[in-house]
């Protein structure tokens, strides 16, 4: 019974490719049966592959297809395969786009080596792992938003409830005994305060803080 795991590395720099193959490739834990520099040549040697990967780690940003898009392609071919895609971005919007295609995991490529490889084999313990700056997105994303009355002084609540009925900037100054310009200064405050930028934003926040 073979022990080692099959590997497959897609990256399109060779200095890089060449890098994780070099030190992963003499890992005892893996065997390299693909090494390729796009997804479109992962799927066209794959047949030729002396195992199918259990494990794929890829770019992202790479000719053709992009990682992301190749997740799809790689898992319709190999339902059993784990893609943990590699890149130098850290953003959210690539985050989720991974994740909703598929990846387990997801690293910066300024990951050390031995880090990379306890990554990978995190992955056939089930687990999903993630460079520390990608986990802190993860994080941020899912914690609860403040409530306004956390963030919001109570002038300040009384002037979104004012703005919430209709009132004009007028009516509110009147309501709350002060000049048309302090309204103004108010409301930029409200925006800087809870990170928006209109009206329409501003009653999202509201109402969904009362459901």
């Known amino acids: 019974m073979l022990s080692t795991v099959p590997l497959a590395i897609i990256e399109d720099q060779p200095s890089i490719r060449q890098t994780y193959a070099t030190y ?125 009355t956390e963030v919001l002084t109570p002038r300040e609540m009384q002037l979104v409830q004012a703005i919430e009925e209709g009132l004009s900037y007028r009516l509110v100054a009147e309501r709350m005994s002060i000049s048309i310009n302090t309204v103004r200064t108010f409301i930029r405050r409200v925006y800087e305060k809870l990170e928006i930028s209109s009206r329409t934003e501003l009653l999202a926040r509201h109402r969904a803080g009362r459901v």
């Not at 002396?50 to 780690?57: A, D, E, F, M, Q």
């Not at 890829?58 to 339902?79: A, C, F, Q, W």
């Not at 971005?89 to 991974?98: G, H, V």
């Open 24 to 148: 992963l490739c003499a890992q005892p834990e893996f065997d390299c049966v693909l090494v390729v520099g796009s997804v479109e040549e992962f799927l066209a040697e794959l047949p030729s592959a002396t195992r199918p990967p259990r494990l794929v780690l890829s770019d992202i940003g790479l000719p053709g297809l992009s990682g992301i898009e190749g997740v799809s392609r790689i898992k319709r071919v190999l339902p059993k395969a784990d893609v943990v895609l590699i890149t130098v971005y850290s953003d959210a919007e690539r985050l989720f786009q991974a994740l909703c295609a598929g990846a387990v995991g997801y690293l910066v490529k300024t990951t050390l080596l031995r880090d990379v490889k306890t990554a990978l084999l995190e992955v056939l313990d089930g687990g999903s792992p993630m460079s520390p700056a990608i986990a802190r997105h993860v994080v941020r994303h899912f914690q609860p938003a403040p409530s306004l």
